[in-house]
């Protein structure tokens, strides 16, 4: 466990942006008298991620303004998740602010072990209407089975598309893919030339995959969160399988399988790989970190459309105030600050924080400015993004207690087709039966 030490320089996202000189200590968003929680100390915990990295800068100014004295961990993300998991189920008090992971979601909620924030947002003494709690874009995997909030979201990771070697689509004649038969069209066209391969893709095939599912019509539980019946050996998602993994072994560099998300942005950084979808983070330092080639060759697009419709992915990770906390007041009056229309903009502004979860934050010309990427305006398609992945609940599959165990299923299988050591048929046919497993080992039951 690391405690954060608020001396310490902001770590970046690779590309996301310079930090800025700190203001003056003048707090947005609170009051001039001191909170009635004066004197309180609170605990928060999460892993580590730009959010809480830049907003750690401004809690001397939070602590002088209202009294209330923040203790923050961050922990690697899968210790982080492993403790929280035990913490919150145990009911215990350790906590009073906790990052929500978007995989535990549905978890943590369905369990009762967050407290819904309703009796803060609906209290004007506590939430004034300008905080405008409406104001947040998709926030369906935040809400319990009742339709109460449960968190507020610090970081979206929706789902782009982009060419970093957009100049050999122009040779081509061709245009960004808007459909998956375009993405096949360009590869076939592009791969190889001026020695860059047609795509590049992360080994995270369990979050890339799943538009490229949905887009075929597929789905990977019957009817999340309330069915968890796996659906991966229907006809869809073989056909879906069969296209994704052949993205990988037609037209990406031979080592592939084995790229991390680094790894993936370092090939595409140094203009070794063209074609992407992957979350809008790794799409940004193509045109803003010092070390990329392709700034004035990246092209951004939204996720391509399938032949049953448009799926971009979208993962929602948020903040929460554990239901064991004996702290919920000042914890509010900490979410409510770090979570301000005022502090949002502060941190797009100081750092070109690129994941806002307030839609007058992403429409807000700092925003944009922050997010117009070798001339053109992401930030529109971002919120296009966010908007229909948050809001249309087809990413509840992805915030399902046992996602973890069935993604690994996906990734497994993913990998025996593009080495070709499975057919399509067989790899998902076998993913299947061991999701399958996995799922009643959760103690869900299978309607088969």
Request: net charge positive; charged share 20%; proline share 6%.
């Amino acid at each position: 466990m690391t405690r954060i030490n608020l001396s310490r320089r902001s770590v970046l996202l690779a590309g996301a942006g310079a930090a800025a000189a700190l203001r003056a200590p003048a707090v947005l968003g609170q009051a001039k008298a001191k909170s009635k929680y004066a004197g309180t100390t609170i605990r928060g915990a999460g892993f580590s991620m730009p959010f809480p990295q830049y907003l750690k800068n401004y809690f001397p100014e939070f602590e002088a303004a209202t009294g209330i004295k923040v203790e923050f961990d961050i922990q690697a993300f899968p210790v982080y998740n492993q403790r929280m998991d035990l913490e919150l189920s145990t009911g215990g008090s350790a906590y009073d602010v906790a990052v929500l992971t978007f995989i535990y979601q549905d978890r943590w909620i369905g369990a009762g072990w967050v407290s819904p924030l309703d009796e803060f947002i609906k209290d004007p003494n506590a939430t004034p209407p300008d905080w405008d709690p409406g104001d947040f874009v998709a926030q369906t995997s935040m809400r319990d089975a009742k339709g109460q909030t449960c968190g507020f979201g610090i970081e979206a990771g929706a789902v782009l598309f982009w060419a970093a070697r957009a100049d050999l689509l122009d040779k081509a004649g061709l245009e960004l893919p808007a459909t998956f038969d375009d993405i096949v069209k360009v590869c076939e066209a592009v791969n190889g030339k001026d020695g860059v391969a047609a795509w590049v893709q992360d080994n995270i095939h369990h979050w890339n995959w799943p538009p490229y599912l949905m887009g075929f019509g597929g789905t990977v539980f019957k009817d999340p969160p309330e069915n968890l019946t796996p659906t991966l050996d229907t006809p869809q998602a073989i056909e879906a399988a069969q296209f994704y993994a052949d993205l990988l072994r037609k037209y990406a560099p031979p080592a592939v399988l084995s790229y991390t998300q680094d790894q993936a942005l370092e090939a595409q950084l140094k203009g070794r790989g063209n074609l992407r979808s992957s979350s809008a983070t790794w799409a940004l330092p193509l045109a803003k970190s010092p070390d990329s080639t392709v700034k004035h060759t990246v092209r951004y697009g939204v996720f391509p459309t399938g032949p049953k419709g448009w799926f971009p992915g979208n993962a929602m990770t948020g903040i929460c105030i554990p239901a064991g906390s004996r702290q919920k007041g000042a914890a509010w009056e900490f979410i409510k600050w770090a979570l301000s229309k005022e502090m949002l903009s502060r941190i797009v502004k100081d750092h070109g924080y690129p994941s806002v979860c307030r839609r007058s934050v992403i429409q807000s010309e700092p925003f944009k400015q922050a997010m117009t990427l070798n001339g053109q305006d992401v930030a529109a398609l971002y919120l296009k993004t966010l908007e229909r992945a948050g809001e249309a609940g087809y990413m509840r599959y992805r915030t399902a207690a046992v996602f973890p165990q069935v993604g690994d299923k996906i990734n497994r299988a993913i990998e025996a087709i593009a080495t070709q050591q499975m057919s399509a048929s067989t790899a998902m046919k076998q993913a299947q039966l061991q999701a399958i497993q996995a799922v009643r080992l959760g103690g869900y039951k299978v309607d088969l």
